[in-house]
């Protein structure tokens, strides 16, 4: 039997939009974003300076989650500005790569070194638009070492990268600069993506700062998680200022110890305190009990400036319970608190999107609760400190009209038992 052409040009045109279509995965969102703000008089800045190396080279233009890495690295280093204060720091914006439109050098300080402000930081992050040419790392950090040179006190290099093909010259950068400013500099490399090799020589390069973390940029874009990355790397709580002794025996504050033994004075009326006049931290997460929204936050876990348990939510994919690797860590993490925690129970609360019978996504959101349950028993925690709740599409977080929204609403929630 003979086909038309006509005929055959349906049958191509119909077979490259079926492969182009299977070849496009769904989307998973970068979370929207609001800053947590560190109260003014309660932080001191816990480094002088600070320089962002940032991967604008072509392999950023790859896609990671279905998001250019590109674009992942800059919502990263963006949300870091609008959550550090400006406490006189100074600061810095080096880059390397990018395209010929930007620059057609290999690395260019696109920001200081200069005092640290979160809107002229901003404008130099929007200057580098695209990626572009090699990765020559090595040369951005021999030129930090330029940059840094005539600072005093204290330094944070951050490196931001996918970490891709890192040649063997970067932990010889990394020590280099090291030997020069020796305790002074801490290294904190982050990872966009989840490349195995260039993970190790990023670990590698925290190692030889010393006093510095690797971490995955991924990890670090919501609100909580972000200001969790500003207060680890940047921040010190201040020590509460002690009221000068009074030779008559007065308690200024009415919480029942004596202005000369109170340690915490001007505590608020009404607060408990202990014998040295100081709130309780029953929970032991750094915040008073009168400021800690979620009291009895298990041992380890880290908090937001709340107080409260900052633990993630893993999505999954249209009409999918399997749970994608970019949560491991997540879980993991869970698994080592209630490890550390045997008292702590956790509920596993399943959901989905709108699209199909509300019979079929009950039955859908408990297999997910199921996934995280068996990914936590796998991991060593007994499934009786683990329940399930399905609650399939009765519980939106998000609009159903969209593509994004629907993905915010294929979740697994996870709630401790007190």
Known sequence: MKLSGMKILLMVL???FLSACAGKGPVTPIPDFSPETFKAGEYKSEVDNFLVV????????????????FLIAKEFVSRMNQTLPEMGQTS????????HVVSNKSTVLFYGMDD???????NA????????????LYKALAAAGKDLKDLDGTTALIVVTDAKNLAPEITKGAQHLKDMY????CIYPVMVGDDAAGAERMKEMADIGGCGFFSKAQNFLTGPAMANFVQKTFLTRK?????????????????????SMDQCPGTPSGVAVDASGCPFDSDGDGVYDYEDTCPGTPAGANVTIQGCWAIGTPLFDFDKSVIKPAWFSELENIADILKRNPGLDVILQGHTDNEGTAKYNMKLSMRRAKAVEQYLVN??????????????????????ATDSGRALNRRVEITPVK
């Open 14 to 16: 119909t077979a490259f």
């Open 54 to 69: 940032f991967d604008a080279s072509s392999s950023m233009e790859e896609n990671y989650q279905s998001n250019e890495k």
């Open 92 to 99: 810095g914006l080096r880059s390397y790569g990018h395209s």
């Open 116 to 122: 640290y402000s979160t809107s002229l930081y901003q």
């Open 125 to 136: 992050l929007d200057k580098i638009s695209f990626p572009g040419g090699t990765s020559p």
């Open 182 to 185: 020796g305790s002074s500099l």
């Open 239 to 259: 020590p509460v200022k002690k009221a000068p002794a009074k030779p008559v025996k007065h308690d200024s504050d009415n919480d029942g110890v004596y202005d």
């Open 379 to 400: 991991e060593g925690i007994s499934s009786a400190r683990l329940s399930c709740e399905a609650f399939g599409l009765s519980k939106p977080v998000a609009s159903n």
